[in-house]
């Protein structure tokens, strides 16, 4: 049975409410974690800054929230550009040094294995890689010495967002593996995992969640999101930042080519040197009612169903032992706007409890995602919408176990977020959790003192996210 959700409060210093101060060197538009990383990058060097949430939690997507006595992530599979403790180099080196945050603080444990799975074929892979490479040498001997090609071509984290990167990585990545299978189940994981346009993606984008994905690898904190987010607002709260939760936004008043207040959804005005949204470039455009800065190609497409299933055992004891299946029902990977509800011809299956803790985790849980069309589900009535979650976890769960034992037998409660939960707590048009099609890998705006972090700026997932707010602060923040 489906039941409506609640948004788990929680305690002070979570709550930060104060009025005192009405002017700041910046306000931050968001408190997921673009907007986070970038409120404790400025608090570092003693700026006054005010981190602004029309939520009462933190993270946006990348939240959670209470059902039946336990915290349940919203968005986390697993965080990607995994690095052991020892090793400093690196995106998650570089944000831990950033924020001044220890490894430790983290506590990421690594994946124990995942695998992409198409009709007759499995890849597999880990955290080192020539487990992938052996994989595809065992299943497409000839294209082994073009798969270490395409490797050695990965445009690397210097070249973000050079106009060179853009290319389409379907054309580039065709140009490399004639295998046109082995290409689609590449394709797969990176498209789930950053894919904000149908079909395709940036060169660039590509090589940066190839490296995140495969080269790196995967992790996911012990208790789940909840300790990164408490870290993250601990640290910013210490340090002096101001967090105003339910401080949604209504506009920003703009003189000239400069942001002058920030109008909350209250009526209070809020003043700033500089303002940092990680809301989206078109979000962010009609707060300043610049509706002809929006091309009409540049609403995200791309969005997801997803299903909980609470079970009454392990996975690992009803079989399933990897930690992530990312599937697919045919040789050509379709990645497009359904124009149903959920495309059930592919999908993710996430085991929190398959990753390294040392010591048991008796979550018992099991994430479906799926490909999702958020104007269907928007169509429907509430009770319809009940009806459409119900009966769209069956779907997704029977899809599923075509490419995992079937575990449905052992479910004991169920929950799904759709589009609309997406657009609710991210404020993503469409239910975009990848944003915008078009970047803006500078994160300028139009105006001389807005600038853009987050998805839309181009960088994807939390530790792109994170580095996001903390590429751009230093950019144009801390000059």
């Known amino acids: 049975m489906l039941r409506s959700r609640k948004r788990l409060s929680l305690p002070n210093p979570w709550f930060l409410t104060s009025d005192s101060f009405v002017n700041y060197d910046t306000i931050i538009i968001g408190a997921g974690m673009s907007g986070l990383a970038a409120g404790i990058r400025l608090a570092h060097y003693e700026k006054r800054v005010c981190l602004l949430e029309r939520h009462r939690v933190v993270g946006g997507l990348n939240s959670f929230y209470r059902r039946g006595g336990r915290n349940l992530d919203v968005g986390l599979h697993a965080m990607t550009n995994y690095a052991p403790k020892d090793l400093r180099t690196g995106p998650l080196g570089k944000l831990l040094r950033q924020l001044r945050l220890a490894w430790d603080e983290l506590a990421l444990a690594p994946q124990l294995g995942s695998a992409i799975r198409f009709p007759g074929v499995e890849?597999?892979?880990t955290n080192d890689f020539t487990v992938l490479e052996t994989e595809v040498r065992r299943c497409f001997p000839r294209q082994i010495d073009r798969f270490r090609r395409l490797v050695s071509q990965l445009c690397g984290y210097d070249q973000f967002g050079r106009p060179e990167t853009h290319r389409s990585a379907r054309a580039c990545v065709g140009e490399i593996l004639t295998e046109p299978l082995l290409r689609e189940m590449l394709l797969c994981p990176v498209l789930f995992y950053g894919g904000a346009r149908e079909h395709d993606?940036?060169?660039g984008q590509f090589s940066i969640l190839f490296r995140s994905i495969f080269l790196e690898g995967?992790?996911?904190?012990?208790?789940?999101?909840?300790?990164?987010?408490?870290?993250?607002?601990?640290?910013?709260?210490t340090l002096g930042g101001e967090l105003?939760?339910?401080?949604?936004?209504s506009r920003l008043?703009?003189?000239?080519?400069?942001?002058?207040?920030?109008m909350l959804e209250n009526g209070a005005v809020l003043e700033a040197k500089n303002v940092l949204s990680s809301a989206g470039w078109r979000e962010t455009m009609r707060l300043c009612a610049a509706d002809d800065q929006l091309p009409a190609d540049d609403p995200g497409r791309m969005s997801i169903v997803e299903?909980?299933?609470?079970?009454?055992?392990p996975p690992r004891q009803l079989g399933i032992g990897q930690s992530i299946v990312f599937y697919n029902d045919s040789p050509q990977f379709h990645y497009v706007r359904p124009g149903g509800l959920v495309d059930h011809r592919s999908g993710v299956v996430c085991a929190p409890d398959n990753f390294d803790y040392g010591e048991p985790?008796?979550?018992?849980?099991?994430?479906?995602?799926?490909l999702a069309n958020h104007d269907r589900w928007a169509e429907l009535k509430p009770e319809e919408y009940k009806t459409a979650k119900r009966q769209e976890y069956s779907r997704m769960a029977a899809a599923a176990v075509r490419f995992v034992p079937d575990f449905r037998p052992a479910v004991a409660d169920t929950d799904v977020f759709t589009p609309l939960t997406i657009?609710?707590?991210?404020?993503?048009?469409?239910?975009?959790?990848?944003?915008?099609?078009?970047?803006?890998?500078?994160?300028?705006?139009p105006l001389r003192n807005l600038f853009l972090c987050g998805n839309d700026q181009g960088l994807v997932g939390i530790v792109g996210a994170l580095l996001s707010g903390i590429s751009i602060t230093n950019r144009y923040l801390l000059k």
């Open 253 to 262: 008043t703009v003189e000239d080519d400069r942001v002058t207040g920030v």
């Open 123 to 125: 890849l597999r892979f």
């Open 201 to 203: 993606i940036d060169f």
């Open 423 to 445: 657009r609710r707590f991210t404020g993503h048009e469409g239910g975009a959790p990848y944003g915008s099609a078009v970047k803006r890998y500078d994160g300028a705006t």
């Open 244 to 249: 105003r939760l339910r401080a949604g936004v």
């Open 307 to 313: 299903a909980v299933s609470m079970l009454d055992a």
């Open 218 to 237: 995967l992790a996911r904190p012990l208790a789940g999101i909840r300790r990164v987010l408490k870290k993250l607002v601990d640290k910013f709260t």
């Open 361 to 370: 985790l008796p979550e018992n849980l099991l994430r479906i995602s799926a």
